[in-house]
Nanobody
Framework: QVPLIESGGGLVQAGDSLTLSCVAS????????MAWLRQAPGKEREFVAR????????VYGDSVKGRFTISRDNAKNTVYLLMKNLEPLDTAVYYC??????????????WGQGTQVTVSS
């Protein structure tokens, strides 16, 4: 198991910004790709963003490009997701994940328990 603890979710208005954090309690964090994914009610899990172990490579889902930024601090074993210009469609439970298996964009072994983000119009 790889403990992943998300925080920072909440209720915001459309156009607001929010930053999510995920603390990972495993020694391999600094060499692991980390990702954020989300799941809205009644929908499948959706890829949001991922970041390489050295922050050299980032990938974003089409629906969040230009609005969300993923970053990490290996000294703190923490990955962040800065979300700007939030929209009601961004409402979802946001998950931190690691252990990418590669079969598709949401194929990760380890997941946190999630943090709820609700965007009101």
């Amino acid at each position: 198991q790889v403990p992943l603890i998300e925080s920072g979710g909440g209720l915001v208005q459309a156009g607001d910004s929010l930053t999510l954090s995920c603390v990972a309690s495993h020694q391999a964090f600094s060499t692991s790709t980390m990702a954020w994914l989300r799941q809205a009610p009644g929908k499948e899990r959706e890829f949001v963003a991922r970041i390489a172990w050295n922050s050299a490579g980032t990938v974003y889902g089409d629906s969040v490009k230009g609005r969300f930024t993923i970053s990490r601090d290996n000294a703190k074993n923490t990955v962040y997701l800065l979300m700007k210009n939030l929209e009601p469609l961004d409402t979802a439970v946001y998950y931190c994940a690691t252990g990418y298996r590669g079969r598709n964009l949401t194929d990760y072994i380890y997941w946190g328990q999630g943090t709820q983000v609700t965007v009101s119009s």
